[in-house]
C-alpha cells in the first residue's frame, strides 16, 4: 500500500507541470521544534521505552537543480530528554545529525500556503547519553516527511525520523535505534 502510494505521488510529481523557484535558486532556513512520540529500543537486551518530548533546533540548505526539485544539506540538534527508564539515575539521550536532503515542491498558488512538498533525510547521527553510563557510537541517521512554506518564508515541517547507533556496557555490545516524530516551524531566507 505505501510503496504504491509513493509510485502514485512520484508519477503525479513528473508529470504536473509546477514551478517552485528558479533553478539556482538558494534558500536557507532555521527551524525550530519538538520531538514528540519518541521511544528507544535495544533488542538485544530487551530495552523499549519512551523518551520525553525534546526541544530540537537546526539549519538547513537547499540548492534548486530544477525548478520543483531542490537538493542540499542541514544539521539539527535535539536536546537531551529524559528516557522513561526505572534505575536510580536519570538516562537522558539527545541526538546531532548531519544529513542530505531532498524536497520536490508542490506551487499550490495560494496567498497563504505557497506549497507543500515531501522530504527526505539521510545523514550521520551522533548520540549524546547522560550521564555516561553506556559506551555510544554514532550511525545512521535518516527521515522522511511533509512540509508547506506559508506566506512566502515560514516554513512549517512534520518529520518521521530514525537514529541508530551502538551501545556498549562492560562486554555487551548492543544496537540502539531511536524514533520519533518532529514537528518543525521556522522561517526560510530565499537567494
Known sequence: MKKGLLALLLAVALVTPVFAADEGAMELDIKAGFNLMSNVKIDDWDFDKSVDPAFTAGVDFF???????????????????????????DIKAGWTNLYAQAKYVFDLGDDLFNNIYPLVQLGYGMLRLDPDALEDSNGLYWGIGVGTTIKECVVLELLYSNGNATVK???????????????????????
Open 63 to 89: 540548492y534548486y537543480v530544477m525548478p520543483q526539485l531542490a537538493i542540499g544539506a542541514g544539521v539539527s540538534y535535539v536536546f537531551n530528554s529524559k528516557i522513561d527508564a526505572p534505575g536510580p539515575k
Open 169 to 191: 556496557e562492560g562486554p555487551a555490545i548492543a544496537d540502539l535505534k531511536y524514533s520519533t516524530l518532529q514537528l518543525k516551524v521556522g522561517y526560510k531566507f530565499s537567494f
